[in-house]
């Protein structure tokens, strides 16, 4: 029985060489997350025996991710290592992680792999047609998804700080319902009030929004509030010292509730009193049921453990944004841009004209810094 040695990867990639775009994107975005890989065309030291490092390899992973395609069920060294993987991977007396060890396998394509031990398998890619697309043409936010998923697996999470997250975001049913010829209080048409905003038209904007309030697009491109949240996360882990790691927490759907406010309450009691992220769409403040949801969640505004974003649409900054939050927010006007001096409660930390992922981070991190500090009343405002 050969020696026990703790992991050295946290996974392994294997694949076929006619799939190493896939696999090198897959290992791009795991080290990305602070994930120490086993990706051949990089982790092969040069000049060694070949054979011999990657049997060693294979045997200091702590799990097998699977790239699977036609290409891998043909290729003779995908087969040697998952044979050589569920090889060193049954249980042991004298090693109890290896009970542990999981085979991950990304579907692309028929036929069913063999099931030669514990195996996952996540078949989003292959349900979307994704492979015949090519890597090229791949979609973002599905790309995404498969990621997390595969993070989730391989990741112990007990540890990871959760972050309460609200998305107060309209729906495509709602604007395509809207009359957008028709003056709203307090505001021009909405057709005038996006125009100035660079929108060319509804049929624009309604590209950026979906059947639900997490399709929303908010940065004018293809990728959705939640990927551009999972993108977030791993930038926050880097950018401090001790790779904090966070779990976005999506609140309870009751926070919507239209027939039991009570339920509604509590949902938005969870947001004021913990670590929370309210992100704010501000063309979705034309739809007075999200106006309502900000309402509710206004005992976020004095939580100094929140962040509150207002995303900028289309990256563009002008008056008519705050102007849309001065008519359809007036809870955000009064606390956050005419403060009381002294003030008489502590602020959120607070941020208008959120024009990426940047400023997103800025002031996530910012939320953090009070969290984990000994001043938990101190004031941050913050207006870029």
Not at 82 to 95: L, Q
Not at 261 to 268: D, R, V, W
Not at 328 to 355: C, D, E, H
Request: glycine share 4%; proline share 6%; with cysteine.
């Amino acid at each position: 029985m050969p020696p026990t040695q703790p992991p050295k990867y946290d996974a392994f990639i294997s694949y076929s060489s006619k799939d190493r775009p896939w696999a090198k994107q897959l290992a791009d975005d795991l080290t990305a997350r602070n994930f120490n890989v086993f990706f051949d065309k990089t982790s092969l030291p040069v000049g060694e025996e070949w054979q011999n490092q990657l049997e060693l390899s294979l045997d200091g992973a702590k799990h097998l991710i699977v790239l699977w395609t036609r290409n891998a069920s043909e290729s003779k060294h995908v087969d040697f290592e998952r044979t050589f993987f569920h090889s060193r991977s049954r249980p042991r007396a004298d090693d109890a992680e290896r009970s542990q060890r999981k085979e991950i396998m990304i579907m692309f394509e028929d036929p069913a792999p063999l099931v030669r031990g514990t195996l996952q398998t996540i078949k989003d890619l292959q349900e979307a047609q994704a492979y015949a697309k090519g890597f090229d043409k791949r979609d973002p936010n599905l790309w995404a998804s498969v990621v997390s998923q595969i993070e989730k697996t391989i990741r112990n999470n007990s540890n990871d700080l959760p972050i309460l997250v609200a998305i107060l975001a309209t729906t495509r049913e709602f604007l395509n319902d809207l009359n957008f010829d028709k003056r709203i209080k307090y505001l021009r048409t909405p057709n005038e009030v996006i125009a100035e905003m660079g929108i060319s038209s509804k049929e624009e904007l309604l590209k950026h929004y979906g059947p639900t309030r997490d399709e929303w697009k908010p940065f004018g491109d293809d990728v959705t509030i939640w990927t551009i949240l999972e993108s977030l996360r791993v930038r926050v882990a880097n950018a401090t010292e001790q790779k904090l790691k966070i779990a976005w927490e999506p609140i309870g759907a009751d926070l919507w509730s239209e027939t039991n406010i009570t339920i509604a309450k509590n949902e938005a009691y969870r947001l004021a009193k913990g670590l929370s992220l309210v992100i704010i769409d501000p063309i979705s403040l034309f739809d007075s049921n999200v106006t309502d949801v900000l309402d509710l969640v206004e005992g976020c505004f004095s939580n100094t453990n929140s962040a509150i974003m207002i995303l900028t649409p289309y990256k563009t900054r002008n008056g008519s944004l705050r102007n849309i939050i001065e008519t359809r927010a007036m809870s955000i006007q009064t606390k956050f841009y005419q403060p009381p001096v002294p003030p008489k409660l502590p602020f959120a930390n607070f941020g208008v004209n959120i024009g990426d992922e940047i400023d997103m981070n800025r002031l996530v991190l910012m939320t953090l810094g009070q969290y984990f500090g000994e001043q938990k009343t101190k004031n941050i405002f913050t207006n870029p």
